[in-house]
């Protein structure tokens, strides 16, 4: 049982990714991209970079979807992730990360809910840069 959850776990982070990858793109922003080996990671997380996007301000944006700019154990921590540090990621590139975890209770309707909530919260974000840009140019 254990090894269907993994499996099942691991279908599911990479649908979101791909999932994910397909809604930006659709609305004209830049493709995800992954943090760490495709390989050789937990079955039911995944760490995803939206280049050009605060992660923190993606995360307030959400209506119903829990995510993490961090590890568990590092919850409370404001500076960028120690691990993507390690992983050889800019402070930067830490900062527009976040951590998605799924479980042996997500469903595909989960699924279909985060890439939904995720969209349109990088949409709000990038509009929201985008404002910010032309008002400190102008």
């Given at each position: ?18 999932r ?16 760490g ?34 590890s ?11 691990v ?29 809910t ?9 949409c ?9 840009v ?5």
């Amino acid at each position: 049982e254990l090894e269907h959850d993994m499996r099942q776990s691991e279908s599911q982070t990479a649908r979101i990714f791909s999932r994910l990858s397909a809604s930006l793109q659709s609305e004209g922003l830049r493709a995800p991209s992954l943090n760490g080996p495709e390989l050789d990671r937990l079955s039911n997380t995944v760490s995803i970079r939206l280049p050009g996007l605060d992660a923190d301000a993606i995360l307030a944006s959400l209506q119903t979807v829990e995510l993490s700019t961090g590890s568990a154990c590092q919850s409370a921590v404001t500076t960028p992730s120690h691990v993507l540090m390690a992983l050889g990621l800019t402070e930067r590139a830490a900062s527009e990360s976040f951590r998605i975890s799924v479980g042996r209770f997500t469903s595909e309707a989960d699924v279909e809910t985060a890439v939904d909530e995720l969209t349109a919260a990088a949409c709000r974000v990038h509009r929201l840069s985008e404002k910010k840009v032309v008002e400190d140019g102008a």
